[in-house]
C-alpha cells in the first residue's frame, strides 16, 4: 500500500491533559526514597495522543476533547491549534487534568492521574457534537467511568447512525458494568484491548477463545493487543484473524495503546478492511514503542520507510 487516503472523519471524545514523566530505575516501596530523572512535560491524554497520530497521518479529526480555565487548559488549547484541531468543547470552572508517568528500564509504566474537567459531561455539550453517517467515533475508558461519565455513555448507546465506534475502555473496564456492553451490541462496534483486559472483561484462559466466546454473545468485536503475539479481530461469527506484531527495540510503552487505536482508525477512514486497518495499527503502535514518550507517532512516509509495503 504505497498510498494512503483518509476521507471519513474521526470523531475524537475525550480528555486531553498534562503529562509528567520520570524515569527511574524501579518503582519506589512505601516510604522509600527514590531519584529519577525527569522527561519533557508534554500534553497527552488518551484521546489527545489518538488525535495527534491522526493528524499525523492527515486524517480528518473532529476535536471532542474539553479544554479547561487554567494553565494546562491554556497549554492544552496552544497544542490543539499546532495540530489545526478548533476547541468545541469548553469548560470554564475546572482546569484539564494531569498524570504523572513513571517508567522503569524495561519500558514498562505506571500511572498517577489527578482527574480534570475531561472527566466531567453532559447531555447539552455532548449535543454540540457534529456528527454524520461517515462518521466514525472513538472513546476512552477513563471518561466514561461513574456518574461523571454517565452522559457520555449515554451518548454513545444512541448514536443516531449505524456508524463504527472504538471504544478502548483500558483499566477502568471492570467498572463499565454488563449493562452497559449490553447496549453497545452491533456488528459496528469494536472493543480494544490488551492482554490484562480481556481476562478481565471475557475471563482468564486463552485470551483469543475467550475474547472470541464474548465477541459470539455481545455480536461486538473485539481487538485483542496481546504484545509479542500480535493482534487477533475476533468477532464472533468468523475465525479469529490474527494480525501479526512488527518486532521493534522497545523504548518505553507510554501511548503504545493509542497509537494502535489511531492507526486502526485511520484505516477505517481510509476504507480499509478491519484486518487491515489492524495491521497498520500495529505499525503504528510499533513506531511509537521504539521512541521515547508518546509523541512519536508517524507521518505517512515514516511509516512506509520503516515498514515498507
Not at 103 to 111: A, K, L
Not at 236 to 263: F, K, L, S, W
Amino acid at each position: 500500500m504505497s498510498e494512503f487516503v483518509a476521507v471519513k472523519p474521526i470523531l475524537v471524545v475525550g480528555g486531553a491533559v498534562g503529562d509528567v514523566v520520570l524515569t527511574l530505575p524501579k518503582l519506589p516501596a512505601s516510604g522509600e526514597d527514590i531519584e529519577a530523572q525527569p522527561q519533557e512535560r508534554q500534553i497527552g491524554g488518551c484521546a489527545f495522543n489518538v488525535a495527534r497520530a491522526l493528524r499525523r497521518l492527515d486524517v480528518p479529526v473532529i476535536n471532542g476533547m474539553p479544554v479547561g480555565n487554567g494553565d494546562w487548559g491554556t497549554a492544552i488549547e496552544a497544542a490543539m491549534q499546532e495540530l489545526d484541531l478548533p476547541v468545541l468543547l469548553r469548560h470554564g470552572q475546572l482546569d484539564n487534568g494531569w498524570c504523572l508517568a513513571l517508567v522503569e528500564p524495561n519500558g514498562e509504566r505506571t500511572f498517577v492521574t489527578v482527574t480534570g474537567c475531561e472527566a466531567h459531561w453532559n447531555k447539552a455539550q455532548l449535543a454540540t457534537l457534529p456528527l454524520t453517517p461517515e462518521t466514525v467515533v472513538y472513546a476512552n475508558g477513563y471518561e466514561l467511568v461513574g456518574e461523571p461519565g454517565e452522559a457520555l455513555r449515554d451518548w454513545l448507546t444512541r448514536l443516531p447512525f449505524d456508524q463504527w465506534r472504538l471504544l478502548d475502555p483500558g483499566p477502568r473496564v471492570d467498572q463499565l458494568g454488563e449493562e452497559f456492553f449490553a447496549m453497545l451490541s452491533d456488528s459496528h462496534t469494536l472493543l480494544t484491548l490488551n492482554r490484562d483486559e480481556v481476562a478481565i472483561l471475557c475471563g482468564e484462559g486463552d485470551a483469543v477463545s475467550a475474547a472470541q466466546r464474548y465477541a459470539t454473545a455481545h455480536n461486538i468485536t473485539l481487538i485483542c493487543r496481546l504484545d509479542r503475539d500480535g493482534a487477533w479481530v475476533c468477532d464472533g461469527r468468523n475465525e479469529p484473524q490474527h494480525v501479526p506484531v512488527y518486532p521493534v527495540d522497545v523504548v518505553d510503552t507510554i501511548g503504545a495503546g493509542d497509537a494502535h487505536c489511531a492507526g486502526l482508525l485511520a484505516g477505517l477512514s481510509a476504507g480499509l478492511s478491519l484486518v487491515q486497518a489492524v495491521d497498520l495499527a500495529n505499525r503504528v503502535a510499533a513506531c511509537v514503542v521504539a521512541n521515547r514518550g508518546a509523541a512519536g507517532a508517524p507521518d505517512w512516509q515514516q511509516l512506509q520507510q520503516r515498514f515498507p509495503a
